[in-house]
Every structure is written in C-alpha cells, then in structure tokens.
C-alpha cells in the first residue's frame, strides 16, 4: 500500500490536513490582508492594492530596520555556525567528562523562555560595557540560535564516516588540513542549513531582542510590535508579508543546500 | 622491506594484537588471515599509522616508523568500505594523493590518465563516488592508493562489501594491478579462498597471535594446528587415540585409521585427523587400501566440473568428498570410501 493510500484510509490524511490548516491559515490571512485597498487589514474583496507596500517603501524607518535585522541575521548566522560548530566537534571528538550533562546545557537558550535570557543579556551587556545595539543584539541572538547548530551539526558529525580522514591521513595530508580537506565540505550541506535556520530564528527573534535593541538597531519585528500598539493598519500586514518571504527563503534554500 | 615486531595493542583489558612478528619482503603479496576479531585489522591499522601500539615496532625500509604520523609513511591504503571523498569526482580523489606529496599539475594530469586507464575506469572521471557501481568505487579506491607510487599498499578486506560474481572478478583485477605496479602488498582478510589465491605468503591469526605463517600450500598441506587446519581449506576431522606408533594407527570412532610419515606423539595420545575432501575417494563399489570405510552418501552437490559429497559413515559422523565420478553416485546410495595415509594431516 503506497503512504497516499494509506493516509486516505485510515483517515489521517483529514487529521494531516487540519493539521497544516491550522499552521498555515493565519500567515495566509496576514498575506491577504496586505493586498487590501482599505485602511484596516481587512481581507481584499473588491481588488487588490499594493499601496501599503509603497507606502512601505517611503518608510525610511521600516527600510532600515529591514536592513538592520539582515545585517543582524547574517552576523548572527556567521557566528553561532562557526562556534556551533567547533562547539560540536570539540563534544563529538574529544573525551571530556560529564559530555551528556554538558551538552544538555548547551540546549538550555532553547528551554528557557526568551524573555529571561533576554532580561540577562541585558544585564551581562551592561556588565560589559557593550550596552544596547547591533553588538548586544548579535550576542543575544547568537545565544539563542547556537543550540540550533550544535544540535543539527553534531548530529552530522556523529554520523560522519571518520574513515575518510584516515584515508585523507594516509595520503599525505596533516590532521587538521584534513579536516578542512575533506570534514568540512563533506558535513558543510548540514552547517550551511543549520545557520539559515539560525538565520531565521535570529530575523524574526522579537521576545530577548526588544530589551537589547537601540533606537539605531530596532529590528523588523520590533517594529511591528511598536506599529500595533497604534492600531493595526494593512502597512503591517505588508511588512509581515516581507518578513515571512525572507524567512520561507531561508527556509527553501535550507531544504536545497541539504537535499 | 616491512618488518612487524613484536606488536602488542591493548584495549583495555582486551588484547587485539598480541606479540606478533612478520616480516613482508620487497613485491610480494602477503596476506593476514584470521576470523573478525582476530587482530589482522588492528595490525594494519597499526601499520597505517591509524592505530599506536601499545608495544613493539614496525620498519619499513629498516626505518623505525612506529611513532611517524600516517600522512609521512608514503603508504597506500583501500579500505574495506573504499572511503572515497563523497564530494570529489573520481579524478578528484586520485589527485588529492598525488598533489599532497608534491606532483606538479602536469604530473598529476599524466599520472591520473595513467592510472584511470590501469583500473579501466577511464570513461568514469568526472563521476562522484555516488555514481559509481561498487565495483567500480573499488577501482577507483585502489588507483587513489597506488597513485603516488607508494612503498606499501595496504588492503583492509576491500571486496567484503561486493557480491560474489564482482568479489571473485575484483580478486583478480587486485592481482593484476599489484602485478603491473609491482607494489609490496599486504592484504586482510577473513576469506580463506581470497587469501589462498592471491597471496605469496599468507599469516594466519587467531586471537592476536599468529597462528602459523607461509605460503597457501603449505598451510593447505601442512597446518600446525587444528585452527589452522580448520580455518584453511574445507577438511574433515577425526579425533582418536593413538593405538601404535610403530604402525602408526590411530583408533577413533570410526574405526582404526593409518597415517603415513614420522609420528611425534606417544602411545595413548589424544590426536585429532583431518582429511581434505578431494583427497577422499567415493566409490559405490568396495576398494583396495587402507582407510576404507562405508557409509551413505547423504547430500551430492554438483559443482559443475567435480561433485562434493557429504558421505554419512556407520557412526553417524560426516565425512566431506569430491568426486569427479558422481554421476554415478546419487543420494541415499550405499557408498565406500579410501584415503591414503599420507593424506591424513594429524594434529
């Protein structure tokens, strides 16, 4: 019995469509409403407008703050893919004590709410005299996304074939001139998907971020929440629009570099 | 040219390799034969520089290389899974060798023609190991590992991952690339047949220790050890005691058997007989000679050009025959067999 058969008769194939109703509806209804010619993000019946893009456009605040949440992913992504994964080779490779406890920990910025790890890397920056902007905001993301990377790169890592350094070894190449050889570009599909994940997370991290931003550095989504406080208004919804084509993307680029 | 001595490897409390010596000379084929877990791998690994000994050297050359790194022992190796760079095409993994010990482009042009042109892989090049057959990946491999004309080739069971049509045609294309590169060899396997074939000089270990060292035919006809015995070659067994030695007769339960040649072993000895099959003739009808014993041929398998037959004697033990009569021979028949005493190999 082939999977489509099996989904349609045991009745999951209503459960999995439900399923994705419920996730997706919601953004397709923002999509919607950023079409709409009326003042309030009303789905569009009578034809479409596109004049809350425009209007996005002329909004020199909303561009920067587009331009400074990507300046901000891109650090973010660059970081935590490079110290999650050296992070993950140094627990896959070497024999430290307490590994699992260890790795557990790496995990917790995924356990604890954002708010809170927000609220410490507030009072960690201050500590460090870096105070609030673009350097507090790539810390804290970095923080947020690293659990991300570790977690899909040392999955990789594990099962990564160690054969193929014995055999880059054997002919004549050093140690760490094999892992760069051979290591890197083979398990280089999952660290390249890992930080477009980390990407994402970062492009539309709102809870941790709003206590670290400046009024220079104020990303996409902090935005957004400050523009509903006034109301809503379809600008939103076209903004959201924006953020959710950069993030689906990402996510479409992931799914490519690690077919 | 290789001399392994006294190579000791702990893990743990666990003693892969233990106290073993062997020397590999200059363009031969030498082959460490041993079941899984006997140490053979741990032993070439160790010769790769993949593994560190817990005690002992290895030279090559007369050079102490016990502590060189793996990348500085100029030594060629194809694994038994043939680790081929997955992101490389099959150029790509044959010059990665040759531009790590220093070829020139135009070199490593020259050399990988050659080299695709000797495993017969020429049309293949630009294909990425994924897109190979196993045979093929294989090919490959070995041609990565002869590439920069190392001083030893090192071979970790390469065909156990291919079916056994492609294992015994790899087999021989092994042979014939060793033979026009001219590389010292040293092979692992648990496969006596592939070891019988190949090698000039095969080392049989058994629980980390070297069992007994030479070339096929010796070990085939003259085994120092019932794990030897057993291990190469197909054999039947008897255990018996031994009744004289001046007449050289063995009493076991099949009856009284005679040997041939000196007897090292004393009167009331508990020895064990091994009597290789195509030393065994079947008859239907009664024969002449000594060791002659009747029994049921219970199974007739034919093997094309010769039959194998298990023959069931009065006792119940089994005794393994080949026969190029047996045709005349079917299963069930009452059937009467001979062995000379000096094919009776006593342990």
Redesign the interface.
């Given at each position: 019995m082939t999977t489509d058969r099996f989904l349609r008769r045991s009745g999951l194939l209503s459960v999995a469509v439900f399923v994705y109703a419920v996730l997706l509806v919601p953004i397709v209804v923002i999509i919607l409403t950023s079409f709409t010619p009326r003042p309030f993000p009303t789905i569009p019946t009578r034809g479409i407008s596109f004049e809350w893009y425009l209007a996005l456009l002329e909004n020199s605040q909303l561009i920067g703050a587009l331009g400074v949440s990507l300046v901000i992913a891109a650090f973010t992504s660059v970081t935590s893919g490079t110290l999650g994964t050296i992070t993950a080779f140094g627990f896959v490779r070497s024999d430290i004590p307490y590994k699992e406890t260890l790795s557990t920990l790496m995990l917790l910025p995924l356990m604890i709410s954002p708010v809170i790890t927000g609220l410490a890397l507030v009072r960690f920056a201050g500590q460090l005299r870096i105070g609030s902007g673009f350097v507090a905001v790539v810390l804290g993301h970095t923080v947020l996304t690293l659990p991300y990377v570790f977690l899909i790169v040392r999955a990789e890592l594990v099962t990564f074939?160690r054969?193929?350094e014995?055999?880059?070894?054997?002919?004549?190449?050093?140690p760490v001139e094999s892992v760069f050889?051979?290591t890197l570009?083979?398990i280089s599909p999952a660290v390249i998907s890992s930080m477009l994940i980390a990407f994402v997370v970062s492009f539309g991290e709102f809870t941790a971020t709003q206590f670290l931003v400046s009024s220079g550095t104020t990303t996409v989504p902090v935005i957004i929440y400050t523009m509903t406080r006034s109301g809503l208004n379809p600008q939103i919804s076209a903004l959201s629009t924006v953020l959710i084509g950069v993030m689906f993307v990402a996510a479409l680029v992931s799914g490519l570099v690690n077919r | 040219m290789l001399e392994v001595r006294n190579l000791t490897k702990n893990y743990g409390d666990l003693v892969a390799v233990d106290d073993l010596s062997f020397e590999v000379d200059e363009g031969d084929f030498v082959t460490l034969l041993g079941p899984s877990g006997c140490g053979k791998s741990t032993t070439l690994h160790s010769i790769?520089?993949?593994v560190d000994p817990t005690n002992g050297q290895i030279l090559l050359h007369g050079d102490d290389i016990t502590d060189t790194?793996?990348?500085e022992?100029n030594?060629?190796?194809a694994?038994q899974?043939n680790?081929?760079?997955?992101?490389m095409t099959a150029v790509e993994n044959i010059e990665?060798?040759l531009k790590?010990?220093g070829y020139s482009q135009k070199d490593v042009d020259d050399r990988v023609d050659e080299l695709l042109e000797l495993v017969q892989m020429s049309e293949h090049g630009d294909h990425k190991p994924g897109e190979l057959s196993g045979g093929q990946q294989q090919r490959i491999s070995l041609a990565?590992a002869v590439a920069?004309e190392p001083d030893l080739l090192l071979l970790d069971e390469p065909l156990t991952g291919l079916d056994r049509v492609l294992r015994e045609e790899m087999r021989r294309e092994i042979k014939r690339i060793q033979d026009e590169v001219g590389v010292t060899t040293l092979y692992v396997t648990h496969d006596q047949e592939e070891a019988l074939s190949l090698s000039d000089k095969i080392v049989v270990l058994w629980n980390g220790m070297k069992q007994q060292e030479g070339s096929a035919d010796e070990l085939y006809e003259s085994p120092i050890n019932e794990f030897v015995a057993e291990f190469v070659g197909k054999s039947s067994k008897f255990t018996g005691e031994v009744v004289s030695v001046a007449d050289r007769v063995v009493d076991t339960s099949a009856g009284e058997m005679y040997l041939d040649g000196s007897m090292s072993f004393e009167e009331g000895q508990e020895i064990a007989l091994y009597v290789r099959p195509e030393h065994v003739e079947v008859s239907p009808s009664s024969v002449e000679g000594k060791n002659v014993f009747t029994g049921r041929a219970r199974q007739v398998t034919n093997l094309g050009s010769y039959a194998e037959v298990i023959v069931e004697l009065a006792n119940g033990m089994t005794v393994l025959a080949e026969t190029e009569s047996f045709p005349s021979i079917q299963n069930g028949d009452d059937v009467y067999i001979q062995f000379d005493p000096e094919d009776v190999i006593a342990l």
């Open positions: 074939d054969e193929l014995s055999a880059s070894r054997i002919l004549g190449a050093g050889n051979i570009p083979v | 790769a520089g993949l790194p793996p990348n022992r030594i060629g190796m694994f899974h680790a081929l760079f997955p992101h990665y060798g790590m010990h990565r920069y």
